[in-house]
């Protein structure tokens, strides 16, 4: 078990997985000193419960706008991060924030593809790119420390069973969904890629799939309650190493083939 993480920012955590991961963070029991919750609208309907949850806890939970579509709201939100974190760096991301843009061949246009490739594949990329200095910074801060950890500088890209191409003969006629499977396919590589390219800097990279959980996305039919996916992501957040970087897992850290 790893120690604790300082700082995390979750992106999409106005509800569903981002909500719980913020809830079953501040709630476990070494809290993080900074939790940054970004989410598109913080004073909408939608986020009312993750600013009830920030009331609660207002020495660990800031919540920032973010949009995940916007390179200048990502811009603005590295910004607030670094005057809040004053000096040190950031320790996690989680990039939460995903569209599930379902769709057959036939009811699949333009359009909907580059929705969800906007949402699932360029904002993550802005992100990592953003915020890179402060996760070097993060990473900088333990010299002696040649191991990779998400309490030192990781970034976790969520994603999904649906994006591995090895598995998808078996699971496509399921869940056809053409731009959800293809964006986060392409998420992957992305994984990949900064997991090479930012090993240099120490900083661990990886994708994981929460399952098949309740939410709005996942519809009521799913098996996973919401706790009991983010308590089992967790557990493996909390355990990863550099052999897990440029990988994709599941909630339980099982590898799921690309």
């Not at 604790?4 to 569903?16: E, F, H, K, Y």
């Not at 009331?55 to 200048?72: A, C, G, R, Y």
Request: proline share 6%.
């Amino acid at each position: 078990m790893a120690s604790r993480i300082d700082s995390v920012l979750v992106t999409g955590s106005n509800r569903g997985i981002g909500l719980e991961l913020v809830r079953q963070l501040v709630d476990s029991p070494s809290p993080p000193v900074e939790i940054f919750a970004g989410c598109r609208d913080p004073y909408g309907l939608r986020s009312q419960d993750l600013q009830e949850l920030a009331q609660k806890h207002q020495d660990v939970i800031t919540v920032v706008q973010l949009d995940t579509t916007s390179p200048t709201s990502i811009t603005e939100a590295s910004k607030l991060v670094e005057a809040k974190l004053n000096g040190k760096g950031l320790n996690l991301i989680i990039n939460n924030a995903g569209v599930y843009i379902p769709g057959s061949l036939a009811e699949t246009g333009k359009q909907e593809m580059v929705d969800a490739y906007t949402t699932n594949v360029v904002g993550p990329m802005l992100i990592a790119k953003d915020f890179h200095p402060l996760l070097c910074k993060a990473a900088a801060q333990f010299p002696h420390q040649t191991s990779m950890s998400c309490s030192r500088s990781a970034i976790i890209n969520v994603s999904t069973l649906l994006s591995s191409i090895t598995r998808c003969p078996a699971n496509f006629s399921l869940s056809p969904m053409y731009p959800y499977r293809v964006s986060k396919a392409a998420l992957n590589m992305l994984t990949c890629c900064l997991a090479e390219d930012l090993k240099k800097d120490g900083i661990l990279v990886m994708s994981l799939h929460p399952g098949w959980v309740q939410t709005e996305m996942g519809g009521p039919k799913a098996p996973l309650t919401t706790a009991e996916s983010i308590s089992s992501m967790m557990k493996v957040i909390t355990s990863l190493t550099e052999k897990e970087s440029g990988t994709l897992l599941d909630w339980e850290g099982k590898k799921i083939p690309w």
